[in-house]
């Protein structure tokens, strides 16, 4: 299903990652340290988003099962969906993931965890009264993969650094809105100006930025989770199916927010289904009816990409 070289790519892509993150934390935060005179607010800035990367990290999953109101389920209390996990992580060769439920009719499953040893995968109970056997396979493969490819330890901290960099970005508007006027006239100076007018474009730009990187990101890793679950289940027409189910479904998943829509198999928020999307306006005319400007803003690729990729697969 996996190889090395692949999982050995994403742990190196983790870190380039948070590398450049960091760069634009550390920008924000050296620009705001020169135009208040106060170098205190740059170590500030990168001890913050080191902290909250770290937090992420080891509490990631904890955080999200909360926030989804999932509930843990073992061998006793739902055997059948226990052992499609259990069997598929034989064949992947992975240690068995905790498995929780959220209770919502709407069909929809992630997986969380910042290795394969601390993994979870988290299904509604809508996903397993709606697909058939083979269906939930391919979705639970899906989310395998997911861990298998360390896409989680990406998804996390691109995350948590995303919004790092949109708080650093807020704090420096508001400081020059309503105190950082005062404070570059009183001690003047054209770099100061400069400076300023710099870290207003940066604290505008850099979180669009950081979203659009965390947005493509997540695209590209949830192709590649469905070509691993599919090579893991040797079935692509079951996880393809299981698409079809799940995007066709137009009840919103309750326990889903902003903050975990990305972990989805499916956007919970039905966004990136098609045509009506909250895009319209800004989509063309294509075959596909689809501007690359509204793709740019999904949090997946669209389904119907990803299920013609699944039947164009040779196995």
Known sequence: ??????????????????????????????????????????????????????????????????????????????????????????????????????????????????????????????????????ELEGVIAHELSHIGNYDIRVMTLVVVLVGTITLLADWFMRASFFGGRRSYDREGGQLKTILMIAGLILAILSPIIATLIKLAVSRKREYLADASGALLTRHPEGLARALEKISADTEPLEAANKATAHLYIVNPFHEDRGPSSALDGLRTTSAEGRSWFAKMFNTHPPVEDRIAKLRNMNL
């Open 1 to 134: 299903m996996l190889t090395y070289d692949l999982i050995n790519k994403n742990k190196r892509e983790s870190w380039l990652l948070i590398f450049i993150f960091l760069i634009i934390i550390s920008a924000l935060g050296f620009i705001f340290a020169q135009v208040y005179n106060n170098s205190a607010i740059l170590y500030f800035a990168v001890g913050f988003s080191i902290f909250s990367s770290l937090i992420s990290y080891y509490f990631s999953d904890s955080i999200t099962l909360a926030l989804s109101k999932a509930q843990a389920v073992d061998r006793n209390t739902n055997q059948q969906l226990y052992n499609i996990v259990e069997n598929l992580c034989i064949a992947a060769g992975l240690p068995t993931p905790r498995i929780y439920i959220i209770d919502d009719t709407a069909p929809n499953a992630f997986a969380t965890g910042r290795d394969p040893k601390h993994a979870v995968v988290c299904v509604t109970t809508g996903i397993l009264q709606k697909l058939e056997k083979t």
